[in-house]
């Protein structure tokens, strides 16, 4: 079992940047997938962003160039540091951990961007 905690969430004025937290429990983080999904309202949740346990990252074409995605495998923790926010990216942001073919997600935190 995999347990999340995400933090970090906010209001912000559009153009500004948040940095959004995932602690993870285990031992072996190093070796999970780890992403970001958001969900707004009246909306399916999607995909943001992605790190692969080999270092590899992987961007919703809607954040690329803006968003980036780090972990650190030291403290069981993955970032996304969110930059040139826009009304659009209003959701809730979940954290996910694929590890051993299952998926863990944390309870979201809010992000809310005013234009």
């Known amino acids: 079992q995999v347990q999340l905690v995400e933090s970090g969430g906010g209001l912000v004025q559009a153009g500004g940047s948040l940095r959004l937290s995932c602690a993870a429990s285990?031992?072996?983080?190093?070796?999970?997938?780890m992403g970001w999904f958001r969900q707004a309202p009246g909306k399916e949740r999607e995909f943001v962003a992605a790190?692969?346990?080999?270092?590899?990252?992987y961007y919703a074409d809607s954040v690329k160039g803006r968003f980036t995605i780090s972990r650190d495998n030291a403290k069981n923790t993955v970032y996304l540091q969110m930059n040139s926010l826009k009304p659009e990216d209003t959701a809730v942001y979940y954290c996910n951990a694929n590890f051993q073919g299952s998926h863990y997600w944390g309870q979201g935190t809010q992000v809310t961007v005013s234009s």
């Open positions: 790190s692969w346990s080999g270092g590899n990252t």
């Open positions: 285990g031992r072996t983080f190093s070796s999970y997938a």
